[in-house]
């Protein structure tokens, strides 16, 4: 894994653009593997900020998202689906034939879950997964415990992660407590990671990524396995690991 360090989250979120941005130019017709939650959003509106400036255009590129909640239909303005549009799709010129994304609420979850492997197995491999990692080390929605041999699935979300997630809904009630992901071997199919650590919250998760052997009880540790993978950290989460002294030592 490549360190990159960076002063802020607004450094995190440029540098991050950059990185897609170069890719993109290279190859028009990538297939890019997306994120949600509270990280990847400035790397959103840099990359929005770029398509209206320099007309950087993703009209070839297919998306494919790691994860959406159960029951939350793509109107929902909690799910995944409403994120993506609202925060990056609705400003950029992406066909929407080609955006990828898991149903929340399809009718039958455990065949939606086949079928989205299915899409991106027919796709071929995702060539940059834009990834966050959770406190517990999640990529994705695969918590810990999850084998790493796990394709699209069905997951229980852990009790961190609902606390976690529930800052953006008005009661704790509301917080799905299921969700559809990629795998942990769906992930690492892709060729390159690009992941994104930013606040003093994620402090204690770089850390055990830095130190933890693989281990399924800290998912993101799977990522020591993958030979493409950059990570972009800023100060505040990499505080641990300058305490302990450790990747720059
Ligand atoms: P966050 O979530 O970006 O909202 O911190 C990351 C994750 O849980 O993977």
Redesign the pocket.
């Known amino acids: 894994m490549k360190l990159i360090l960076v002063k802020d989250y607004q450094e995190m979120s440029k540098q991050a653009a950059e990185y897609v941005i170069e890719k993109l130019l290279q190859n028009p017709n990538m297939k890019l593997g997306l994120?949600?939650?509270?990280?990847?959003i400035g790397t959103y509106k840099f990359l929005i900020e770029d398509h209206k400036r320099n007309g950087t255009s993703y009209q070839n590129v297919k998306s494919f998202n790691l994860d959406e909640y159960v029951g939350l239909s793509a109107t929902n303005e909690n799910s995944y689906h409403y994120y993506m549009n609202d925060v990056f799709f609705n400003h950029i010129d992406i066909k929407k034939k080609n955006v990828h994304i898991p149903s929340g609420d399809a009718p039958d979850i455990q065949k939606e879950c086949e079928d989205y492997e299915t899409v991106l197995t027919k796709h071929g491999r995702v060539d940059l997964q834009i990834?966050?990692?959770?406190?517990n080390g999640?990529?994705?929605?695969n918590e810990p415990g999850t084998s790493f041999d796990s394709k699209t699935h069905i997951v229980k979300l852990a009790p961190s992660?609902i606390r976690?997630?529930s800052r953006y809904f008005e009661s704790m009630e509301e917080v799905p407590t299921r969700a559809v992901t990629m795998g942990i071997s769906t992930i690492m199919q892709s060729k390159e990671i690009l992941l994104?650590v930013?606040?003093e919250?994620?402090s204690k998760a770089l850390l055990k990524l830095w130190e933890n052997e693989v281990d399924e009880y800290f998912p993101a540790s799977v990522l020591k396995k993958h030979p493409a993978v950059t990570v972009i950290a800023d100060e505040a989460a990499y505080a641990e690991l300058r305490a302990n002294d450790r990747a720059f030592a």
Not at 35 to 40: F, K, L, N, Q, V
Not at 131 to 135: D, P
Not at 138 to 141: A, K, L, N, P
């Open positions: 994120a949600t939650g509270g990280t990847p990834l966050g990692i959770g406190n999640h990529i994705g929605f992660t976690a997630n994104l930013s606040g919250s994620k």
